[in-house]
Nanobody
Framework: QAEVQESGGGLVQAGKSLRLSCVVS????????IGWFRQVPGKEREGVSC????????KYADSVKGRFTISSDDAKNTVYLQMNNLKPEDTARYYC??????????????????????WGQGIQVTVSS
């Protein structure tokens, strides 16, 4: 299994930016995908964005389109989530996860959470108004 470590969270004011990082180690299979998810206590986990390692295709939840950008740096085994124009509604615990089969970030539908198996511990993002 892969080791997944998130970083870059914190508290920011609405309208500001934040960049999350996800470093994946112990995993070298290809193809695979990396996804970012978020969850607020009492609510269902939401797929925020994902990126396919083999072709760099990406997906975004409607709630973050135009504001968030996912990217990867293969040399660093790192995936980034650049979050711009943050809103209080973005407040959540953000998780990074690995989809070893590269099926959860395929096609034109929503991110398929069930395909992601190796998860980080999560990191808190709080946006104040």
């Amino acid at each position: 299994q892969a080791e997944v470590q998130e970083s870059g969270g914190g508290l920011v004011q609405a309208g500001k930016s934040l960049r999350l990082s996800c470093v994946v180690s112990g995993f070298s299979l290809d193809p695979y995908a990396i996804g970012w998810f978020r969850q607020v206590p009492g609510k269902e986990r939401e797929g925020v964005s994902c990126i396919k390692h083999n072709d760099q295709r990406t997906k975004y939840a409607d709630s973050v389109k135009g504001r968030f950008t996912i990217s990867s740096d293969d040399a660093k085994n790192t995936v980034y989530l650049q979050m711009n124009n943050l809103k209080p509604e973005d407040t959540a615990r953000y998780y990074c996860a690995v989809d070893p089969g590269n099926l959860g970030c395929s096609g034109y539908g929503s991110i398929v959470e069930a395909e992601f198996h190796d998860w980080g511990q999560g990191i808190q993002v709080t946006v104040s108004s």
